[in-house]
């Protein structure tokens, strides 16, 4: 493991839900309570739901949290640009267990890194996790999948941290 790969460690709630002897993943347990009962359990139920989870997270942050959303690459509509919106989705949904296919694609998130030109102060910080909590509340996300991912995104939003205050 080198360096930049230690510092940005805190990123994968996966790996630590399987260290603390859990057989399933927060994907595999989104995927078993998708709401379509034909699919439930498979690995499209999972997808969907994370890439709705994805896609209501910066609907939500272009409305409520406009000094936010402006951070972003935006299309001629003004709304969040597509393609931020499926990398951050297909990071989601390694992140959270399921397949790897952003690091396949684009390498190790390097999230400090790839957050750098960004500001992330204590207000970005809360705006951004407001945004997620409202999300995971519009997405269904409850019990002790949504305690654990709470936890899992104040952790990471913290870590990226980068100016005072
Ligand atoms: C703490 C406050 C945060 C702010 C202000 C912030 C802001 C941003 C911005 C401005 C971008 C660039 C999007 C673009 O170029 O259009 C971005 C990308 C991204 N963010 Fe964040 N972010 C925050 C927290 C997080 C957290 C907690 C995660 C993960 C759990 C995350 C994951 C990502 C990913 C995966 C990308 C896409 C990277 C890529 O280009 O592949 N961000 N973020």
Redo the contacts with the bound molecule.
């Keep these: 493991m080198n360096e930049s790969t230690k510092r940005d460690a805190p ?1 994968a709630p996966a790996a630590e839900a399987s260290e603390g002897g859990a057989e399933l993943t927060p994907f595999d347990l989104l995927a078993l309570e998708a709401h379509d009962a034909g699919s439930a359990g498979s690995e499209a139920a999972g997808r969907a739901r994370v890439d709705q989870l994805a896609q209501r997270f910066y609907d939500i942050m272009e409305v409520q949290e406009p000094a ?1 959303a402006m ?3 935006r299309d001629a509509q003004g709304r969040i ?1 597509q393609g ?1 919106r499926e ?2 989705s297909l ?1 989601l949904l390694g ?1 959270l267990g399921g397949p790897g296919e952003y690091m396949e694609r ?1 390498g190790h ?1 390097r ?1 400090r890194m ?2 750098a030109r ?1 500001p ?1 102060d204590i207000a ?2 809360d705006a ?1 996790l407001r945004c997620m909590s409202q999300a995971l509340t519009d997405c269904g996300v409850s019990g002790e999948l949504r305690t654990f991912l709470d936890e899992r ?1 104040a952790h ?2 913290n870590f ?1 941290r980068n100016i005072e205050g």
């Design positions: 990123v936010l951070l972003h690459a640009d931020s990398r951050f990071f992140w684009y998130p999230l790839r957050h960004v992330v970005m910080r951004w995104f990471v939003a990226l």
